[in-house]
């Protein structure tokens, strides 16, 4: 099983949809968490941490589960500059390590 | 400088020679990480360096070593490339280990 995992779609939406990803961990000891974006051929860029209490920017809503160790991005009103793949990262403290994710791609359509 | 930057972009490369990849950051980063990019295989962490001195070897070294003779420098280097190298490297910072990572704009490697 790897470490994280994710659905790696595509997922096509229209403008304007909400569109939610997941991703689960497998090491329970696992301390942090974010999602990251990467755009086609560029490197990627965080996008948002994942805090335990959840945790909102915009159109964009982080979730963290841990009793199901996943994490969660919810993304509302879709614009077509969201089209992209995200990235999940969860960090460990006794690998010392964040591990990525495969990458889930979104293609918003208008 | 601002950020991180990596050299060159791209470079094509005969098998069995040998290539290094430079990365610079001007942020005082104290951790720096080199990863592979694939298709369909995600990112993999080649190697890494919690500050300057120091080094480890991250999923996939075989065929890379690193050095850290700095707080800002941290090449990778392919002894004798082959062409299961062939990849996008990308090189990244942090303020420590565990933190946010910052990453450079990557370098397209063929290896032929």
């Known amino acids: 099983r790897k470490e994280v995992e994710q659905d790696p779609g595509p997922f096509n939406v229209p403008e304007g949809a909400t569109v939610a990803f997941n991703c689960t961990y497998s090491n329970s000891a696992s301390q942090s968490f974010f999602w990251y974006r990467q755009d086609c051929r560029k490197e990627p860029k965080l996008l ?11 159109r964009f809503t982080a979730q963290l589960n841990r009793a199901s160790q996943y ?9 077509l500059s969201d089209s992209a793949t995200y990235l999940c990262v969860v960090y460990s403290g006794n690998t010392g390590k964040l591990i990525f994710g495969q990458g889930t791609t979104l293609q918003v359509k208008p | 400088i601002a950020g991180i930057t990596q050299a ?29 990019q694939d298709l369909g ?7 890494y360096s919690n500050t300057a001195g120091t ?20 090449p990778l280097t392919l002894a004798s490339a082959v062409p299961s190298q062939t990849s996008v490297y990308f090189c990244a910072s942090s303020l420590q280990e565990g933190a946010q990572q910052f990453f450079g704009p990557g370098t397209r490697l063929t290896v032929l």
Request: a positive charge; charged letters at 25%; aromatic letters at 8%.
């Open chain 1, 48 to 58: 948002m941490s994942v805090y335990s209490s959840g945790n909102e920017d915009g």
């Open chain 1, 71 to 79: 994490i969660s991005l919810l993304i509302r009103d879709s614009k």
């Open chain 2, 8 to 36: 060159p972009t791209s470079q094509i490369l005969a098998a069995g020679r040998r290539m290094t990849l430079r990365c610079t950051q001007d942020m005082r980063h104290n951790a720096m990480y080199w990863y592979r």
């Open chain 2, 41 to 47: 295989l995600g990112l993999r962490l080649i190697h």
């Open chain 2, 55 to 74: 080094t480890g070897k991250g999923e996939v070294p075989d065929g890379y070593s690193v050095s850290r003779a700095n707080t800002d420098d941290f």
